[in-house]
């Protein structure tokens, strides 16, 4: 079992279109997938209540009231949707849990001042630990203004950037659904599965 762990303390920053994107692009490569829910307000499986059983499978499981995080080994790959807010002895525990950490991060001045302590507070667990943790730059154009505010930003910490994703109602057209960029009619959604190559490269390597 390997774990993807998919946070920002910042609300609406992207984290749940991530992980069930993320979660559809393994069940769509046959894996057996566990989305795990750690927001008491359980979009991740709300998000799964309207999967079309005839779409590979993503199984949910709600672990927002566990002190300590106990993932489901059985699975190939665990992706883990945390809450907003999330900081402090539990997210220290979480990372150990883990093997890579993304971060969904719009480049507006209030996301990047909003995010600017959790990543000072994982960037001290880097190093003791053995996950790896990857921004991606959500609801941008790498070519922007923004993606260079962005990266100037970025360069305080030393966290890659893995993927930009581009700004669409794509995802709000496929969450709606209970599916995922990955589902069929899948050519609908080229560009942002172009997009979404760099990050799945990322999450995969050993
Ligand atoms: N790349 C995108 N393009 C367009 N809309 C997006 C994109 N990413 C996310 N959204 C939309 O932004 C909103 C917030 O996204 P999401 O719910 O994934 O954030 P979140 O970090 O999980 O929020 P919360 O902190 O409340 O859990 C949703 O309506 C989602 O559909
Ligand atoms: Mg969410």
Request: net charge positive.
């Amino acid at each position: 079992m390997r774990a993807v762990l998919v946070a920002n303390p910042k609300g609406g920053a992207g984290k749940t279109t991530l992980a069930t994107n993320l979660s559809g692009y393994f069940a769509n490569q046959g894996k057996s997938v566990t989305l795990c829910d750690l927001d008491r307000q359980q979009s991740a499986l709300r998000w799964m209540a309207f999967r079309d059983p005839a779409l590979p499978p993503v199984t949910g499981y709600y672990a927002g009231n566990q002190i300590v995080l106990n993932l489901p080994k059985e699975s190939d790959w665990v992706v883990v949707d945390a809450p907003a807010g999330l900081q402090g002895y539990k997210l220290s525990d979480y990372l150990r849990a883990v093997d890579r950490v993304l971060v969904p991060l719009v480049p507006s001045v209030f996301d990047m001042a909003a995010t600017e302590d959790f990543l000072n507070s994982i960037r001290g667990e880097i190093r003791s630990n053995r996950m790896k943790v990857g921004i991606v730059a959500m609801r941008v154009d790498p070519r922007t203004k923004a993606a260079g505010m962005l990266e100037e930003f970025l360069r305080h910490f030393d966290i890659p950037i893995v993927s930009y994703l581009r700004n669409t109602q794509n995802y709000v057209n496929v969450a709606a659904a209970g599916a995922t960029v990955f589902d069929p009619p899948r050519a609908r959604h080229r560009r942002d599965l172009e997009q979404w190559d760099a990050l799945v490269k990322w999450v995969e390597c050993a």
